[in-house]
């Protein structure tokens, strides 16, 4: 075939367009919902004065930011080591592994309820398509299924493994007693205790979606994507666990509505 400017293009310059595109929308899916975004926002910004700089042969200009540019570069690695594990993690992760059963959500749910009910607080984080098991090494490993007297056992005050969070992969809790990273980016959420900073943390640097039971409020609330969510009924909580987890497939993590 021949494009008018471009020459003869064959078969493996199409092949060579269709993979660089999936790549740049693989790169995109990993960093939307996550706070490299306004990063990789602030690079193209970055890279864009630098090409102009060159093409207008401001040579001071464009040596100086070519320099940047490359202990930036460094700089990134060390900034973002989380997330660049993470997404690595991500990518060479088998496909098609256990997905929680819409019994196992309606406990979950269910137990939210009883606990906030009770204000008894708890934290519980649902694996999605990010790997949690270095957080899940930071507690005690367990094999259970997940169900409603399980989890208020897990939780219940002066319970061995009360402290900490909870980590849930498909239907089934995987670890207790885990230290969740602290959010810290910004001064958005300074006001809220501990263990809600704990879960926007986690949020922030996967793609998990956690749940909290307010001790002090008995309320329930999400943390996804780095963002915490508003006040919970159960009907609520059933239908974002839903479209969350259960429908979960392949899209790129959604802030929650109705932001605080
Ligand atoms: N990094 C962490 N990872 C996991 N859990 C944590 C972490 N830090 C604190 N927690 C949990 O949070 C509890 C303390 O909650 P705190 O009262 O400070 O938070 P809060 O956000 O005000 O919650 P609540 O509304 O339930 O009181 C701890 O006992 C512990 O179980």
């Known amino acids: 075939m021949n494009l008018p400017f471009l020459g003869p293009v064959g078969a493996r310059d199409l ?37 102009a700089a060159q093409l207008l042969g401001l040579v001071t200009l464009s040596t100086l930011l070519g320099r940047a540019g490359t202990v930036g570069l ?51 984080a649902i694996e999605r398509r990010t790997p949690l098991g270095e957080y899940a090494a930071t507690g005690v490993p367990l094999d259970a299924l997940v169900s409603v007297p399980f989890l208020e056992a897990l939780f219940a005050r002066n319970a061995p493994l009360h402290d900490g969070g909870v980590i849930i992969q498909g239907s089934r809790v995987v670890a207790a007693g885990c230290l969740f990273p602290l959010q810290q980016s910004d001064g958005t ?17 996967t793609d998990a979606v956690v749940l909290i039971a307010s001790e002090e409020r008995g309320s329930i609330r999400i943390a996804l994507g780095g963002r915490l969510g508003p006040d919970l009924n159960g009907t609520e909580l059933r239908d974002q666990l839903r479209a969350l987890v259960y429908d979960y497939e392949d899209a790129p993590p959604q802030p929650v509505g109705g932001l605080v």
Request: charged share 25%; glycine share 10%.
């Open 74 to 124: 460094f700089a990134l690695i060390v900034l973002f080591q989380p997330e660049l594990r993470a997404a690595l993690e991500r990518i060479g992760r088998p496909r098609g592994r256990e997905a929680s059963s819409g019994a196992a959500l309606q406990d979950l749910a269910r137990a939210l309820e009883r606990l906030a009910e009770r204000k008894t607080g708890a934290l519980i």
């Open 189 to 205: 959420y300074r006001r809220y205790g501990t263990r809600h900073r704990a879960g926007i943390g986690l949020s922030e640097l």
């Open 15 to 51: 092949l060579d367009i269709l993979l660089v595109a999936a790549l740049i929308y693989q790169g995109y899916k990993l960093v939307v919902g996550t706070r490299a975004v306004n990063v990789v926002r602030g690079i193209f910004v970055f890279a864009g004065v630098w090409v």
